[in-house]
T-cell receptor, first 112, second 110 residues
Framework: DTEVTQTPKHLVMGMTNKKSLKCEQH?????MYWYKQKAKKPPELMFV???????INESVPSRFSPECPNSSLLNLHLHALQPEDSALYLC???????????FGPGTRLTVT | GEDVEQSLFLSVREGDSSVINCTYT??????LYWYKQEPGAGLQLLTY?????DMKQDQRLTVLLNKKDKHLSLRIADTQTGDSAIYFC??????????FGKGTMLLVSP
């Protein structure tokens, strides 16, 4: 089983809203990632969690706030976003002993 | 810094072979990956190759690695319309993060 799940599938939010994206994997993977992908572009890394601790923050604005409550769950809290933040947000995870990185289906975010 | 380059577009007819090419600059890359992304979907890991290998075959997919020229290719045999998607090449050094190419859009016509 190499499934990473993400909810919601689609999200529309206003610039003053607060919302959260959720990612889950039950494969025992200890590294989890958030990526942002604009149309027809490659994914851009935002955050990396390793053993539930934030190990990489790619200079992401503070209106994006990641959280890793446990080894299976990764959240991305959104507040005061801008229209240019509209994108596909992808979660991924990697097993300890492997170099494979598995992606979820993504959340399509539209900021109005 | 690391850089991964791909051609942007490839068009083939159903039943033909497709070859998608990728070049990278980081000579210390240890793993190289091919991902497939269909419209509106996430990235699907197709295959990957360790840098000490020259070739890897998995059903209709063949990956060739020329480490001297830093050139990676993905050959899809008997290409089907369901293979139409964007294909991303990515490289990784050790336990570091992935560096993606810009993606190649493969269009398969009947």
């Amino acid at each position: 089983d190499t499934e990473v799940t993400q909810t919601p599938k689609h999200l529309v939010m206003g610039m003053t809203n607060k919302k959260s994206l959720k990612c889950e994997q039950h494969m025992g993977h200890r590294a989890m990632y958030w990526y942002k992908q604009k149309a027809k572009k490659p994914p851009e890394l935002m955050f990396v969690y390793s053993y539930e601790k934030l190990s990489i923050n790619e200079s992401v604005p503070s209106r994006f706030s990641p959280e890793c409550p446990n080894s299976s769950l990764l959240n991305l809290h959104l507040h005061a976003l801008q229209p240019e933040d509209s994108a596909l947000y992808l979660c991924a995870s990697t097993p300890d002993s492997s170099y494979e990185q598995y992606f979820g289906p993504g959340t399509r975010l539209t900021v109005t | 810094g690391e850089d991964v380059e791909q051609s942007l577009f490839l068009s083939v007819r159903e039943g033909d072979s497709s070859v998608i090419n990728c070049t990278y600059t980081d000579s210390s890359s240890t793993y190289l990956y091919w991902y497939k992304q269909e419209p509106g979907a996430g990235l699907q890991l197709l295959t990957y190759i360790f840098s000490n290998m020259d070739m890897k075959q998995d059903q209709r997919l063949t990956v060739l690695l020329n480490k001297k020229d830093k050139h990676l290719s993905l050959r899809i045999a008997d290409t089907q319309t369901g293979d139409s998607a964007i294909y991303f090449c990515a490289e990784r050094e050790g336990y570091s993060t992935l560096t993606f190419g810009k993606g190649t859009m493969l269009l398969v016509s009947p």
